[in-house]
């Protein structure tokens, strides 16, 4: 069944504004469902973990139900691969210090130029702080793809951990992240994905990719800011993690470290709710292809992600040939038509004779949100040249937008670049 745009959009009440959000690859608007759970705990349930009253244990009932919620997105083994945090970046911090533990002086990290900063720096401090090795992996520029061949030449190197995200928050571009996790796990090391920016676009299965960790915000999936970590249990379990003494010493709560926001996990567990809603609605073209694989929630759950991702190709196409009518602009990654499964709907650009962060506020001015700068890629931008210069212009949309609303961003931008600035 075709997405009925305004049923879709009435769910999130931030589209009642006249605005259009193409800033989407910072944050995603909040879902009706994500909202509603997150002011129910703030009434009803707010306690606690662990109490002897009701409260605090219909607070642990909401907290659990939303831990296998999140197992049933990311189809872990069980919900005690899941744990949640303050973010990704401080989610990847904490692991990254248990990991080093297991590090020794002159072993190899790999990192690339691809992903953003959160998954690159743990990895420079452990490597600072035990003497490892850092083995960059390169991009090719002219469409920004991870360069496989540096990647299999740095695995030759027989690294002890593999950092990649699953999809480039700055330019778009998506990794074969179970190749690469395959390629990786022959050559003895494990993999750490960075999926905050692909979830809101797109299924995820930690067990099909065989990945060891995974991150992901639920901000950048239609709920609130809170990070989400996954681990293989033995991982999880054979780690010492760094926490308090009276914290659990079994997973998921030995890496949930203080005072979790238990509104904001209630929250995340609404979103997935909106998400298994827009899977059960117009996701039913979607179940051949994942009928045989997943049942339940989590195949409702896959053929709305199955469903978003199929929509959002048509955003992709017009958002594509929208900027290739700019004079003057320079789209960074993937343009080939016949390429699009290798990319999100998150493009960036530069635009001659304006420095990003004008172009954004000329948007910003006539109600259009985008992003410019480095959106905390830098060794993207390095890369590419355009650091100094103010990075790129950044634009997203998600399966929440309409080509309508592509259509009237090119019509601005195309203002922007006839002025004479």
Known sequence: MPFDLPTIRSHFPALRQPTIFLDNPGGTQIAQESLDRLTTYLIHFNANHGGAFPT???????????????????????????????????????????????????????????????????????AEDRGCRVRWVDIHPEDCTLDMDDLRAALAEKPR?????YASNAVGTINPVAEITRLAHEAGALVYVDAVQYAPHGPIDVQAQECD??????????????????????????????????????????????????????????????LEWVGNT??????????????????????????????????????????????????????????????????????????????????????????DGNYYALAVTERLGVEDSGGMVRVGPVHYNTVEEIYKFGEELRKIAATTN
């Not at 607070?59 to 189809?75: G, P």
């Open 56 to 126: 605090a244990q219909a607070s642990d009932a909401l907290l659990e139900a939303a831990h296998t919620a999140m197992a049933d997105f990311l189809n872990a083994k069980s919900p005690e691969e899941v744990a949640f945090g303050l973010n990704m970046t401080t989610l990847t911090m904490g692991v990254s210090r248990a990991l080093a533990l297991t590090f020794n002086p002159g072993d190899t990290l790999v990192v690339t130029r691809l992903d953003h900063d959160a998954n690159i720096s743990p990895w420079l401090r452990v």
């Open 161 to 165: 951990l593999v950092a990649v995200g």
């Open 213 to 274: 960790f995974l991150v992901c915000s639920a901000y950048k999936f239609f709920g609130p800011h809170i990070g989400i970590l996954y681990g293989r249990y033995d991982l999880l379990d054979s780690l010492r993690a760094y926490k308090v003494r009276p914290a659990p010493d079994l997973p998921p709560g030995k890496y949930e470290t203080g005072t979790q926001s238990h509104e904001g996990i209630s929250g995340v567990l609404g979103a997935l709710e909106y």
């Open 282 to 371: 117009y996701g039913q073209d979607q179940a051949e292809k994942y009928r045989l694989l997943y049942q339940g929630k989590r195949l409702a759950l896959k053929q709305s992600m199955g469903a978003i991702r199929a929509y959002e190709y048509e955003l992709t196409r017009a958002l594509l040939d929208v900027l290739e009518e700019v004079p003057g602009l320079k789209i960074y990654g993937v343009t080939d038509i016949h390429k699009l499964e290798q990319r999100l709907p998150t493009f960036s650009f530069t635009l001659k004779g304006w420095s990003p962060r004008q172009v954004a506020e000329r948007l910003g001015q006539v109600g259009i949100n985008v992003w």
